[in-house]
Every structure is written in C-alpha cells, then in structure tokens.
Antibody, heavy 118, light 110 residues
Framework: EVQLVQSGAEVKKVGESLTISCKGSGYRFTHYWVGWVRQMSGKGLEWMGT????????RYRPSFQGQVTISADKSTSTAYLHWSTLKASDTAIYYC???????????WGQGTLVIVSS | EIVLTQSPGTLSLSPGERATLSCRAS???????LAWYQQKRGQAPRLLIY???SRAAGIPDRFSGSASGTDFTLIISRLEPEDFAVYYCQQYGTTPGGYTFGQGTKLEIK
C-alpha cells in the first residue's frame, strides 16, 4: 500500500526556520516525483513545487521560488519542505503528494499544520 | 499560467440527487490532463478522476467525468451522504511543474 506520512504539527515564531517531512513507503520512492501543496485556512489548494528524489531535480511555482526549499533523501525515502525565515503568512496546512507518471497526484500525505505567530 | 474556474462556488443538493460540477480552463489543456479531487473536512484531498474521465482506483461508478474543449464536468449521479465535500479540478502535464487547481466547489446538503 502506497503511504505518505508527514511530520506533526508545528508552532513557530516569525523569523524562525522550519523543516517538515514526508516519508514514502509501499513503492519505489526514487521513481516518482513528490509534490508539495499549500492550503491556507478556509482556502483552496496551491501547488508549491515538485521534486524527483532520484536526482533531486526540483521545480517550483514561481511565487514560491526563493521562499521555500524542497529536498529529498532517497536513502530514507523522505521529502522535505524547508523555510529559512518564516512569516505569519506561511500559516497553513501543507500536503505532500505522489505524482503519478502522467502527472496527477494519486496519493497524499495526511497534511502538516504549520502555525507561525508573531 | 492556465487558470481553472469552477462553478458553482457552492452547490446545495439532497442525497439521491444528481450533482453537476463545472471547471473551465482559460486555454486549451493538452491531452486532456485534468483531474478531480474530493476533500472532506479535516482530510487530505483524494483523487477521483484523471485524464478528464478515468476513475481512480476504488472510486464508485456514480462519479464520472467528461470534457468538451476547455470545459470539464464532474457528475455524481446519485448523491450519497459521504459525497458532501469540496471538489477541486486540477490541470497537469507530462512536465512535473505548472500545476494549477481550481478554486473549488463546495457540495453541501440542502
């Protein structure tokens, strides 16, 4: 069974750094792109970026380029989403999702709630 | 960037009724790479439909999708209580970037 298990909720302060994780299992982690999707409170889904764990090829939505860093460790089948300087506007739920070969997201993590307070 | 516009914003129906959800793309989508997701309150999205009309594994056949040019439709033939949720359309492609989602349609119990 394909599973993506994300790290737990985080409460941070403005200006702090943060890394959340997404561990894949039940499939060959290095053979599928993994995407990150943001959902702000009461809002819709926004694609942030996607990484190919085998070679760490990464694509970002332009509005997120430079704001976050996506990485992956194929030895532990884990993808990461990193902020070096959090803003209050980063408060949201973040989902990771496996990208099927053609391009849709067929499996999703349970989501990680990030709260950034001033 | 392709913009997806979903309508209506909210759809109020009763169990047993037929639901028709629309998604219009601002330009042509190749092949057609359009997916539909269901998101229940407090849960992650779930893939329902890909390729505009193919049901994902385990999705009941009361869910169906269709395409006509830049207009895409999700139909739920007979609503079950568990179908009341928010539905998103998404365009994707063979390159692993440039995905966009529609703003969502909330399907609520009348």
């Amino acid at each position: 069974e394909v599973q993506l298990v994300q790290s737990g909720a985080e409460v941070k302060k403005v200006g702090e750094s943060l890394t959340i994780s997404c561990k894949g299992s039940g499939y060959r982690f290095t053979h599928y792109w993994v995407g990150w999707v943001r959902q702000m409170s009461g809002k819709g889904l926004e694609w942030m970026g996607t990484i190919y764990p085998d070679d760490s090829d990464t694509r970002y939505r332009p509005s997120f380029q430079g704001q976050v860093t996506i990485s992956a460790d194929k030895s532990t089948s884990t993808a990461y989403l990193h902020w070096s300087t959090l803003k209050a506007s980063d408060t949201a739920i973040y989902y990771c999702a496996r990208r099927e070969a053609i391009g849709y997201f067929d499996s999703w993590g349970q989501g990680t709630l990030v709260i950034v307070s001033s | 960037e392709i913009v997806l516009t979903q309508s209506p914003g909210t759809l109020s129906l009763s169990p047993g009724e037929r639901a028709t959800l629309s998604c219009r793309a601002s330009q042509s989508i190749s092949s057609p790479y359009l997916a539909w997701y269901q998101q229940k309150r407090g849960q992650a999205p779930r893939l329902l439909i890909y390729g505009a009309s193919s049901r994902a594994a385990g999705i009941p056949d009361r869910f169906s999708g269709s395409a006509s040019g830049t207009d895409f439709t999700l139909i739920i033939s007979r609503l079950e209580p568990e179908d009341f949720a928010v539905y998103y359309c998404q365009q994707y492609g063979t390159t692993p970037g440039g995905y966009t989602f529609g703003q969502g349609t909330k399907l609520e119990i009348k």
